[in-house]
């Protein structure tokens, strides 16, 4: 199952190829924000709060839809702490 992760924008680690450090349930990881970037200039800034999905963040989102999107997939059980697992196992360079 794959599933789209809220997750934090802790530091954007490298501006040029759009990649920022995200915080997901305590697993930090890199991602690329690019799919953020529009004409109004509003891409991700740290702080932001992020639906991450296979790397990307595909859209921000507010910090209650971030919360209560966490309890909902932590209520999941096992399909979550799945996805938490694979998440630690990956990493984009």
Same mark, same amino acid.
């Given at each position: 199952m794959c599933l789209a992760i809220p997750?934090?924008?802790?530091?954007l680690v490298d501006e040029e190829k759009r990649l920022a450090r995200v915080d997901v349930?305590?697993?930090r990881r890199t991602v690329n924000v690019g799919l953020l970037d529009g004409d109004d200039g509003g891409g991700a800034a740290p702080g932001d709060w992020v639906l991450i999905h296979v790397g990307f963040a595909m859209s921000k989102i *507010?910090? /209650?839809e971030a919360r209560a999107t966490l309890e909902l997939?932590?209520?999941m059980g096992? *399909?979550? /702490?799945?996805?938490?697992?694979e998440l630690k196992a990956s990493a984009i360079e």
């Amino acid at each position: 199952m794959c599933l789209a992760i809220p997750g934090q924008l802790v530091d954007l680690v490298d501006e040029e190829k759009r990649l920022a450090r995200v915080d997901v349930a305590g697993v930090r990881r890199t991602v690329n924000v690019g799919l953020l970037d529009g004409d109004d200039g509003g891409g991700a800034a740290p702080g932001d709060w992020v639906l991450i999905h296979v790397g990307f963040a595909m859209s921000k989102i *507010d910090e /209650e839809e971030a919360r209560a999107t966490l309890e909902l997939l932590e209520g999941m059980g096992a *399909d979550y /702490e799945q996805e938490l697992e694979e998440l630690k196992a990956s990493a984009i360079e």
